[in-house]
């Protein structure tokens, strides 16, 4: 196991989009040149605002779409840019969560189920080993065996992040990255998501590529931040050294547009120094 679980080296990405009425189509760079390393155990916090590429590069971490053009080392193996050698074992180690987890799950499908098919479709578990790990994980995400039965409607959409979460750990994998998976949350359910999941990090020694594009939630969470403005990243560092002291004129903005009690206010809820409203 490599000390660096994601190294990404100059990634692209270029979308094909139709121009004008005629059938043209033009290249739009939608990433421009990403670079970052990510070390076992740590967050790197991604943020940037609406359309700057944050979800893209997320579908190119999880091996969910390709770079146009660049390096992506997982586990300190290189991952093909033509992907033909994409092996089921690398693949297991990078699970994405999306914001709206509803939208993932299947109506019909009992949660029960919904945890067991990476196991059934990925390993040789009996029926028997799947349901115990089933169970086990709704327990480690604080669901219990009467969710098991219940079908996605039944649930919150704080309980429909967990089994996100869930499903994302079935196949144990190093890296999650998690795409905004607190925004459509209320700020009591965000605070509690977010100590599972630094719960789970710290038991699972996972590593977390954060997507978010709200500062207290990032200065919560992070290690390392980085900043994307129009498919470039303008910051990178640790959270202390951006937050402290952003170098970019689009963060200098993004800071001065959150006043410094919003900052803090996550912090305030799950650690529980203020009462929640
Ligand atoms: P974010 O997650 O930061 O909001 P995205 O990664 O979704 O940003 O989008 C980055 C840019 O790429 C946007 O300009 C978006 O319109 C464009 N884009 C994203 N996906 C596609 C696609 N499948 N086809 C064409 N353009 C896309
Ligand atoms: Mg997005």
């Not at 989009?17 to 043209?24: C, P, S, T």
């Not at 660049?70 to 093909?80: K, P, Y």
């Not at 309980?159 to 079935?170: D, H, N, Y």
Request: glycine share 6%; net charge positive.
């Amino acid at each position: 196991m490599s000390e660096w679980v994601l190294e990404a080296n100059n990634l692209t990405r270029d979308y094909s989009v139709a121009k004008g009425f005629f059938g043209q189509r033009e290249t739009v760079r939608a990433l421009k040149g990403v670079s970052f390393k990510l070390a076992q155990g740590k967050t790197l916090a991604i943020v940037g605002e609406s359309g700057c590429g944050k979800s893209t590069l997320a579908r190119i971490l999880t091996l969910i779409d390709p770079a146009t053009s660049g390096e992506l080392l997982i586990d300190g193996e290189a991952v093909a840019i033509a992907r033909q050698k994409l092996t089921p074992a690398l693949r297991r180690k990078v699970q994405i969560v999306f914001q709206n987890p509803y939208g993932s799950l299947n109506p019909r499908q009992k949660i029960g189920k919904v945890l067991e098919e990476p196991l059934l479709l990925n390993t040789n578990k009996t029926k028997a080993e799947r349901k115990g790990l089933a169970m086990a994980m709704l327990e480690k995400v604080g669901l219990g065996a009467e969710h098991y039965h219940r079908y996605p409607h039944m649930f919150s959409g704080g309980q429909r992040q967990r089994i996100a979460i869930a499903r994302a750990l079935m196949l144990t994998p190093r890296l999650l990255v998690l795409d905004e998976p607190v925004s459509a949350l209320d700020l009591s359910v965000q605070a509690q998501i977010l100590n599972l999941l630094a719960d789970l990090q710290e038991e699972l020694d996972l590593t977390y590529v954060f997507i978010s594009h709200d500062l207290s939630v990032v200065k919560y969470i992070a290690d390392e931040v980085l900043v994307m403005y129009f498919g470039e990243v303008v910051e990178y560092g640790s959270r202390d050294a951006v937050f402290a002291n952003p170098q970019h004129a689009y963060t200098q903005t993004l800071f001065a547009a959150t006043p410094r009690a919003d900052i803090d206010s996550i912090r305030a809820r799950v650690t529980g120094t203020q009462p929640t409203v």
